[in-house]
């Protein structure tokens, strides 16, 4: 190439060469490398249609947890927890409030009626007197103010909306002749105004009392249209609330951002504890005769605001038999002796309402469905004492229509309603396994019907429980 005045020219034409300035090469971002979450977030789950005993599960992973969070359901769920032979009712604490280490957190998931709050947190301070419960009466949870929060986006259950519970409850009987079988608690009602977007927030509360009161009014009026004769004393339920929202005011925080700094931050065991369980669900459950609500391992992302990336170990929780309350299709249900039997031995009563459980054996189709749709990690299998007297024990491996064998869980209620089950039949081990403290512990039969479960789930099954208290979750691994 020529050179003119010190430019390069093209031998051919004369032009000049130009030339491109070498790229510099940039420094590859740490935005694009891709990071494992911090923390992530450990769920406990119901795998049946709710009472497995998951506050048991919670209870013993909470002792190591720095937070322990609710995610849905209102207080129609109640959990039980045995600790120094006192038993703790929960129905919308965390049942991780009995930590003294932990701080308890109730997501936007939630369906909150203020006035059940406090009086359970009353209730399970007066039993816990003496024993070091970890409460106090103002701060509802704990001896500090930042030990249990509340989401600004939680929905709040007015007194109305249980109202209009009953009132639906017995709408259906009339109508169809048969009902839900609702704790008559308001949950589905408060969901519902969720849903139309006339309901009102925890953040409604606690800001402007004079909007407050007026969007209250108008929700009442709202009910008192479609229900005329709804007892409704707006007046007297405004001045309770002014009163709750002034106990509240310092518990509330912006869950999205307490769950995000929670995740990101510094090293934390973060818990969540479902309620209700997966055949309770609203999506995936037993339509209709489910709660309101996503019991599901989705419904931890949505209930808390925490990304899906952040979800963790999936722990379901199966009794070692099936229980149902109310109404609704159930497959395995023994209308006989041995549910009587399974009734009386696991005190199958509703920690909410009271009412008496239905039982039959374990149904795994049930279960693995349940599985599909959570991807449990691993499983707690609860009151394998309550078989210890059976001298034989059937577990539902199959489901048939008409003969036929069913290839799936049947979405259509009619359908599960008239299935026939398929039993497989193990020995019992007629001895008390309430002392085992370890899987070498129970007996060979016990072992072998707990290995089944594991193969026919293909989930390794983590903890055994054989007793109420805290000592008597065997852990297997």
Known sequence: MANVNGRETDPQNGEPVLKRP??????????????????????????????????????????????????????????????????????????GVLSKKATSFIGNGVVIH????????EKNLQKGKGKGLWMSRDAVVSCRRTDCDCALHLPLVFNFHQAVDGIQEQQRQQQEG??????????????????????????????????????????????????????????????????????????????????????????????????????????????????SSNCTVGGVCTGLGVPPSYVGRV??????????????????????????????????????????RRCGWLDLILVRYAHMVNGFSAIALTKLDILDTLPEIKVGVAYKVDGQPLPSFPANMDVLTRVSVEYETLPGWCCSTEAARSFEDLPPQAQKYIQFIENFLQVPVKWVGVGKSRESMIKLF
């Open 114 to 121: 203020l006035p059940g709050l406090f009086d359970e947190a």
């Open 22 to 95: 070498r790229e510099s090469v940039q420094p590859e971002s740490s935005l694009r490398v891709p990071k494992e979450p911090q923390n992530k977030v450990t769920v406990v789950l119901g795998a049946q249609w709710g009472d497995e005993g998951k506050g048991k599960v919670v209870d013993l992973l909470a002792m190591d947890a720095d937070i322990v969070c609710r995610c849905q359901g209102g207080n129609n769920a109640g959990h039980t927890v045995v600790v120094d032979s006192v038993e703790y009712d929960f129905h919308l604490l965390p049942s």
């Open 315 to 356: 722990y379901g929780v199966v009794k070692a038999y099936t229980t149902r309350v109310g109404v609704g299709a159930f497959p395995t249900e023994q209308d006989n002796d041995v549910g009587e039997l399974l009734q009386s031995r696991g005190r199958e009563f509703g920690v909410t309402t009271g009412r008496k």
């Open 178 to 291: 048969t009902n839900l079988g609702t704790t008559k608690k308001g949950i589905g009602p408060a969901y519902s105004s969720k849903a139309a977007r006339n309901g009102l927030r925890v953040c409604d509360l606690v800001s402007d009392f004079k909007v407050f009161s007026c969007r209250f009014r108008m929700l009442a009026d709202h009910f008192l249209t479609m229900y005329p004769n709804l007892n409704v004393d707006v007046d007297q339920e405004l001045e309770q609330l002014k009163g709750y929202a002034e106990r509240l005011r310092p518990l509330v925080t912006d869950g999205v951002y307490f769950m995000h700094k929670a995740l990101t931050g510094p090293n934390k065991k973060i818990l969540v504890e479902g309620a209700n369980a997966a055949l309770l669900d609203i999506d995936f459950g037993t339509y209709p005769f489910v709660t």
